[in-house]
């Protein structure tokens, strides 16, 4: 789970209007946090596998809303894959 402050804070980044909690590019945004938390905590922890299989659920859903953005609105998905860098 990520903090909320931090959770503001991209949602804020990545908002295409300003009441915009839920598009695919913020839903995108922040799973792609938790999978950089995720895979930081799984260094240290390498026999934590619910966490591990809740890590690759959440690159599943990732991946499925990236597939979604792309065929949708492929410019705002070349934007997003810019900015986040993935």
């Known amino acids: 789970m990520l903090p909320q402050d931090k959770k503001k804070r ?5 908002k295409t209007h300003a009441t915009d909690t839920g598009s695919p590019q913020v839903q995108i945004a922040i799973l792609t946090e938790e999978i950089k938390d ?3 905590h799984l260094k240290g922890h390498k026999k934590d596998f619910s966490s591990r299989r809740g890590l ?3 690159v599943g ?3 499925r809303l990236m597939k979604y953005l792309k ?3 492929a410019k705002a998905y070349d934007d997003l894959m810019g900015k ?3």
């Open 84 to 86: 986040l860098k993935i």
């Open 71 to 73: 065929r949708e609105d």
């Open 56 to 58: 690759i659920k959440k």
């Open 61 to 63: 859903e990732r991946r």
């Open 38 to 40: 995720l895979s930081e």
């Open 10 to 14: 991209i949602i804020e980044k990545f």
